[in-house]
Antibody
Framework: QLRLQESGPGLVKPSETLSLTCTVS??????????WGWIRQPPGKEPQWLAT???????YYNPSLNSRVTISSDTSKNQFSLRLSSVTAADTAVYYC????????????WGQGTMVTVS | EDVLTQSPGTLSSSPGERATLSCRAS???????LAWYQKKPGQAPRLLIY???TRATGVPGRFSGSVSGTDFTLTISRLEPEDFALYYC????????FGHGTKVELK
């Protein structure tokens, strides 16, 4: 059964870098059938897409985050990761790793989410 | 940025009633690149509808999506107790964006 599991610190200090990893089981992140990404949801707000990575290692980012965000993948570990630099309190949110099936294009599988507080 | 405007902000309904949720998109959103998600407290969003009108795997038939121009609609034909939740529309034509959501609450 497909499962996505986020891991990383739940507390990050302002101006530091937030780092999260998503471990995928039940599917290969090297498959050409899927894209992998990160979405966050601040308390009381709508979800916000952050980044997507393809099996080709091509990456796409939310332009509102400028150059603060980086997504990468490690196919040998079947993991992909997020780095968000220079964090502020506005980056406090639940962070989800997600899958996008290329036939559906919507985000069809989500991890359970991990709360990250910047303080 | 493609903007999605959801209405109403809150919908107060009773089990068994029909619920109609709206999502109006800015001009740039393709009619086929819109999805609906259900969000419950403490849970990840769940994909309900993609391509404006196709139900995702395992989604009950009481959920349906439709589109007219740039106006998208999610309809729940008869509300079940487990349907009271937040609902978001999302476009994925360019940089994906979400609407602000509609809360379906128990009247």
């Amino acid at each position: 059964q497909l499962r996505l599991q986020e891991s990383g610190p739940g507390l990050v200090k302002p101006s530091e870098t937030l780092s999260l990893t998503c471990t995928v089981s039940g599917a290969s992140i090297g498959s050409s059938n899927y894209h992998w990404g990160w979405i966050r949801q601040p308390p009381g707000k709508e979800p916000q897409w952050l980044a997507t990575i393809y099996y080709t290692k091509d990456t796409y980012y939310n332009p509102s985050l400028n150059s603060r965000v980086t997504i990468s993948s490690d196919t040998s570990k079947n993991q992909f990761s997020l780095r968000l630099s220079s964090v502020t309190a506005a980056d406090t949110a639940v962070y989800y790793c997600v899958r996008r099936d290329i036939m559906i294009l919507a985000f069809d599988i989500w991890g359970q989410g991990t709360m990250v507080t910047v303080s | 940025e493609d903007v999605l405007t959801q209405s109403p902000g809150t919908l107060s309904s009773s089990p068994g009633e029909r619920a109609t949720l709206s999502c109006r998109a800015s001009q740039g959103v393709s009619s086929s690149h819109l999805a609906w998600y259900q969000k419950k407290p403490g849970q990840a969003p769940r994909l309900l509808i993609y391509g404006a009108s196709t139900r995702a795997t395992g989604v009950p038939g009481r959920f349906s999506g439709s589109v007219s121009g740039t106006d998208f609609t999610l309809t729940i034909s008869r509300l079940e107790p487990e349907d009271f939740a937040l609902y978001y529309c999302q476009q994925y034509g360019g940089s994906p964006t979400f609407g602000h959501g509609t809360k379906v609450e128990l009247k």
